[in-house]
């Protein structure tokens, strides 16, 4: 089993900054992927950014150049910088990491925090 658990939201004025963390722990070979969602009123898990352990990554549209992902490899750590809030970011943030269990296993399992609230006054 793999544990997931976020930190680092809050409230926050518009414009301004977070950085989430999350830190996975159990029984883990290595996670090929680790990853941000959200979920924002009356909407639903929506993707955010992803890293890959080479250092690749992706972002929704609306968070690009206000969001950065990073990862600590060796502590089985995912970030998640934010930069210039925006009252419509409001959320709650999990992450997920995409777990390979046994070392050369072509299979991974998708695990996920509970989540972090990140609340943005206007």
């Known amino acids: 089993q793999v544990t997931l658990v976020e930190s680092g939201g809050g409230l926050v004025q518009a414009g301004g900054s977070l950085r989430l963390s999350c830190v996975a722990s159990?029984?883990?070979?290595?996670?090929?992927?680790m990853h941000w969602y959200r979920q924002r009123s009356g909407n639903q898990r929506e993707w955010v950014a992803s890293r890959v352990t080479s250092g690749g990554m992706n972002y929704e549209d609306s968070v690009k150049g206000r969001f950065a992902i990073s990862r600590d490899n060796a502590k089985n750590m995912v970030f998640l910088q934010m930069t210039n809030l925006k009252p419509e970011d409001t959320g709650l943030y999990f992450c997920a990491a995409d777990v390979r269990d046994r070392a050369f296993s072509g299979t991974t399992t998708k695990y996920w925090g509970q989540g972090t609230q990140v609340t943005v006054s206007s």
């Open positions: 159990g029984r883990i070979s290595s996670i090929p992927t």
